[in-house]
């Protein structure tokens, strides 16, 4: 007849089971070497435990020094009862350990604590081989007993696995460490190489742009910038004055769209003292930009009178200020930006032909980043890099799936938006990959471009949840050829639910 085990011997089973289950969940090597020594302990009634890991190589043993310490102490593994354990295999359990030839007292010196009685067992992983020791010392009452040996190896046992598993992770996350500042770093090349003057962009038409900013370097002449909202009109703008023969005279944007009518003048050519009463006399934006450059954004938006008094100046080049006598002549180039088409308001009479040849000596058009995607991987590490620098983070990297994504999408906004999505997504992200659920979920899909936001119709929620049942099902069944066992899987349903939901739609399978 065999005899049952007796009640505490089940206890303990399932305390290591559950103290099993707590080391699974830890995958930081040292949280976990922490909680291993810290539940051996309270297991075994006694005052210290630590795990002591083998490096055959070097033939040493490394251990944490204290709990929540990162510091590791190493020594040789052929000194000791740790060492001695993980170099044979054998279970060692000392009364006393200063009476053992086996026992290194150097420790006890470099930690200041006193042994009186040890236990030390193997730990072994999967394959059976040894990958350390496990000791404890100092019972708080009496010694270890064969009972304790038991504990101890069981736990040692449960205790290899997640420590390997831990040493594993860290070594995958080093080695993606190592990849993803690697990738920056590669990324950073490419971007210098070809970014002039903060515009980025490898592509043909990109590029183009960059050159045409440097074949103008050395002279003056007006430029139209062209483009759609975000696209990087004001960006062109400062590139040609930065690096024009007047870089160190002032850039002056102006954006005409804001000035009201009243103000204009004043604002253009400047004031002179004492027009109104308590009005001070105030230099204009011509005048402030003499010898620089005067970026008049969205001019497009200026009003007949408006282009008529500019106009004026960029034939004569003299302003008067409002109330003021004199002509104060003025040397200021002139680029100018705008998103509407200029052609088209001339044809409705709204701008001046003259106005704009005389603006439009050169014209540059920004392309919206719809037409050109094959920048978008650029532009994304190059914004994602500006937002590590700024907040002084580690290195970030975007994952594939998130670069197809945001390659694919519409991006209505043009590059601004594009900037400002890579910097919510940085900073929403807790990890140095920035993974597709980080994915905002309003990254419109492609192909939807022009689709104007339909406005949330009132209806019932339940036939909103029906019509748009019917349209996920319609569109898993076209993506699947119809191979209903793919489409339920696409839908997250069990096959036999796909079918019941299509007969209730009556959509043919
Ligand atoms: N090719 C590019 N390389 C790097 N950054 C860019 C590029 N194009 C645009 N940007 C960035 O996108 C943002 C918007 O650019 P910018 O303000 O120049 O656009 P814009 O055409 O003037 O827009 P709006 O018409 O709305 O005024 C800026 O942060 C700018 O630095
Ligand atoms: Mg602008």
Redesign the pocket.
């Known amino acids: 007849m065999s005899s049952l085990p007796p009640p505490e011997f089940n206890e303990r089973l399932a305390d290591i089971l559950a103290i099993s289950q707590r080391m699974n969940s830890q995958r930081d090597l040292s949280a976990l070497l922490d909680l291993i020594a810290r539940e051996a302990t309270s297991l075994l009634s006694c005052e210290r435990a630590s795990i002591f890991l083998l490096d055959r190589e070097r033939n040493e043993l490394s251990s944490k020094v204290a709990l929540g310490s990162d510091e590791i102490l190493r020594f040789d593994a052929r000194r000791g009862i740790a060492g001695n354990t993980a170099l044979t295999g054998n279970t060692i359990n000392v009364r006393d350990a200063y009476s053992d030839p086996r026992f290194y007292t150097a420790i006890d010196d470099k930690t200041g604590y006193r042994t009186r009685n040890v236990l030390a067992v193997a730990v072994r992983n999967q394959h059976a081989e040894i990958i350390g020791a496990f000791e404890v010392l100092n019972k708080r009452s009496g010694a270890f007993s064969a009972r304790d040996e038991e504990s101890l190896s069981a736990l040692a046992s449960h205790a290899a696995i997640a420590v390997e598993t831990a040493q594993l992770i860290g070594e995958l996350r080093r080695n993606q460490d190592e990849l993803t500042q690697q990738n920056a770093h590669l990324w950073r090349e490419v971007e210098n190489r070809y970014a002039a003057h903060g515009i980025i962009g490898t592509g043909q038409r990109m590029q183009q742009i960059v050159r045409l900013v440097e074949r103008i370097r050395d002279s003056v002449v007006n430029v139209l910038i062209t483009g759609e909202?975000g696209t990087g009109?004001?960006l062109a703008a400062k590139a040609l004055h930065y690096n024009s023969p007047r870089v160190r005279k002032p850039f002056v944007a102006l954006n005409c769209a804001a000035l009201p009518e009243t103000l204009l003048e004043s604002e253009l050519f400047g004031i002179e003292k004492g027009v109104a009463t308590g009005v001070n006399s105030r230099v204009g934006q011509f005048q402030k930009a003499d010898g620089g450059t005067l970026f008049l954004?969205?001019i497009g938006d200026l009003s007949l009178t408006a282009q008529a008094k500019i106009l004026r100046v960029l034939e004569e080049r003299v302003v008067e200020r409002v109330g003021g006598r004199n002509s104060i002549s003025v040397d200021v180039r002139i680029l100018a930006?705008t998103n509407k088409d200029l052609e088209t308001e001339i044809a409705k009479g709204n701008f001046r032909e003259d106005l704009y040849y005389r603006i439009k000596v050169i014209h540059v058009h920004m392309p919206p980043l719809r037409e050109m995607r094959e920048e978008i991987p650029l532009l994304a590490n190059h914004f994602l890099r500006e937002y590590c620098r700024e907040t002084a983070r580690g290195a970030m990297e975007l994952a594939p799936e998130v670069m197809r994504k945001l390659v694919s999408a519409p991006w209505p906004g043009n590059v601004r938006q594009l900037r400002n999505e890579i910097m919510r997504l940085a900073a929403c992200s807790r990890l140095n990959v920035i993974q597709e659920e980080d994915l905002w979920e309003g990254i419109p899909s492609p192909g939807r471009d022009q689709a104007p936001v339909q406005p949330v119709k009132l209806q019932s929620l339940k036939s909103a949840v029906a019509e748009m049942e019917q349209r996920m099902i319609a569109e898993a069944l076209q993506a699947t050829r119809s191979n209903q066992q793919q489409a339920a899987r696409l839908l997250g349903l069990s096959r036999q639910g796909l079918i019941n939901k299509m007969k209730r739609y009556a959509i043919a399978g």
């Open positions: 909202s009109k004001e954004d969205e930006a």
